[in-house]
């Protein structure tokens, strides 16, 4: 299996990276031989990958990376790097290889202090790949400090160090930033090409891969989830069935606080994953002794770790409820369509007499209103600091107002 192929859809930011990966690979090559770099090279130091969520923009950062760490010997026999078996693909798309390094954004921002030590290895040659990859998932959650630490890190590389920032625009990103960039832009995968992905990576039956991949519209990391968890389609359905019970008031007040409980469990679940797995390794790196104690001096670094748990379910939380939103969002505009008999697929067809009932049971102008209205709640609650009860109450009596 080659590096590229959970890229959906993507066919020519493939060729353009693999392309890329053939030029790094003799470049390295060169280096190693004392020889002369090639001329003409595609490669750079510097990549922009953006795109919809779905995209699979992080994916094919995370590709790239293990392509320029390719250590196939078929390479010598004018293969492509990233043939997806050697140790230097293998590592690098889990996660393990010392050379590669990701940054994601625990709360809601990358502070600087997330970034410091990584932009200090940028520096540095690799240890044991052949290339030092940083690799910024949420690059347009650098505040305005680590952004600028990034771009000085950006603006003079050392010879072997590649930066693959991801974000869904070009416009996410600082001027300075992305004009030292190579852009790539991604499109949201096809439907269909989603659906053949999660039946033969996942294993998933061919007519439940049709629904997840037509009801997330082509995003294929919540397709996946939709078509192997059945927690996340409890959920959806449990969304998609608020506009049937927002008939007054108190019901949409039950019906926001259910979808702040339903993220909160998110948070909470994966607190319960995550957490304490981090918490005992960081005890035992600091040196804990028997019976839990710790040694003197450790407890700024505990309660540095507690203050990132901390941050990281608020936003698993707040991710959550944007989920919840879109999926709603999702609902209202398969609602409009009918209205309007645009003919058009609908992404959630699976629940057709559902839509059919609030189509006839409203005007387009409603609709329209209440898609506005979600709209603006997912703006307050990635944007400001409201209680996510408040933004959801409010968005909830807007339904049911139109």
């Known amino acids: 299996m080659a590096v590229w192929d959970d890229m959906v859809g993507q066919d020519r930011v493939v060729a353009e990276l693999t392309t890329a990966a053939r030029d790094a690979d003799a470049l390295v090559t060169s280096h190693a031989e004392g020889g002369t770099p090639p001329d003409g090279s595609t490669m750079t130091h510097a990549w922009l990958f953006t795109g919809p969520p779905g995209s699979g923009r992080v994916t094919a950062a995370r590709a790239f990376a293990a392509a320029l760490q390719c250590v196939s010997p078929d390479r010598a026999l004018g293969a492509a790097p990233g043939c997806g078996f050697c140790d230097g693909c293998h590592t690098a798309l889990v996660g393990t290889h010392a050379d590669v390094s990701s940054i994601t954004a625990v709360g809601s921002q990358i502070l600087v202090g997330s970034m410091r030590d990584t932009v200090r290895k940028s520096f540095t040659a690799p240890a044991n790949g052949r290339w030092q990859i940083i690799l910024v998932e949420d690059a347009e959650r650098l505040n305005e400090r680590s952004a600028n630490a990034v771009l000085k890190a950006v603006e003079e590389p050392a010879p072997r160090t590649v930066w693959l920032l991801c974000a869904p625009s070009v416009e996410d990103t600082l001027p300075t930033i992305r004009s030292r960039c190579r852009l790539l832009t991604l499109r949201t995968p096809p439907v269909a090409a989603v659906a053949d992905l999660l039946v033969r990576r996942d294993g998933v039956e061919p007519e439940a891969a049709a629904v997840a991949a037509r009801a997330t519209q082509g995003h294929i990391d919540r397709a996946r989830r939709l078509a192997t968890d059945e927690r996340a389609r409890a959920r959806r359905k449990a969304v998609l069935g608020m506009p049937l019970r927002v008939d007054d008031i108190g019901q949409c007040l039950r019906a926001a606080q259910d979808l702040?409980?339903?993220?909160?469990?998110?948070?909470?679940?994966?607190?319960?994953?995550?957490?304490?797995?981090?918490?005992?390794?960081?005890?035992?790196?600091?040196?804990?002794?028997?019976?839990?104690?710790?040694?003197?001096?450790?407890?700024?670094?505990?309660?540095?770790?507690?203050?990132?748990?901390?941050?990281?379910?608020?936003?698993?939380?707040?991710?959550?409820?944007?989920?919840?939103?879109?999926?709603?969002?999702?609902?209202?505009?398969?609602?409009?369509?009918?209205?309007?008999?645009?003919?058009?697929?609908?992404?959630?067809?699976?629940?057709?007499?559902?839509?059919?009932?609030?189509?006839?049971?409203?005007?387009?102008?409603?609709?329209?209103?209440?898609?506005?209205?979600?709209?603006?709640?997912?703006?307050?609650?990635?944007?400001?600091?409201?209680?996510?009860?408040?933004?959801?109450?409010?968005?909830?009596?807007?339904?049911?107002?139109?």
């Open 260 to 402: 702040v409980d339903a993220a909160s469990d998110d948070a909470a679940q994966m607190a319960e994953e995550i957490d304490g797995k981090e918490t005992e390794d960081l005890k035992a790196a600091l040196g804990a002794v028997a019976g839990g104690r710790m040694p003197r001096g450790t407890a700024g670094a505990m309660k540095e770790l507690e203050d990132t748990q901390k941050r990281r379910r608020t936003r698993v939380q707040r991710d959550s409820l944007d989920l919840a939103l879109s999926d709603l969002a999702g609902f209202y505009r398969d609602v409009l369509a009918l209205q309007f008999g645009s003919g058009v697929p609908l992404a959630n067809g699976d629940i057709r007499d559902a839509l059919d009932r609030v189509a006839r049971s409203s005007a387009p102008e409603a609709t329209l209103r209440r898609i506005e209205a979600i709209t603006a709640c997912r703006t307050a609650l990635d944007t400001t600091t409201v209680a996510p009860l408040l933004a959801v109450e409010a968005m909830a009596v807007s339904l049911r107002t139109g």
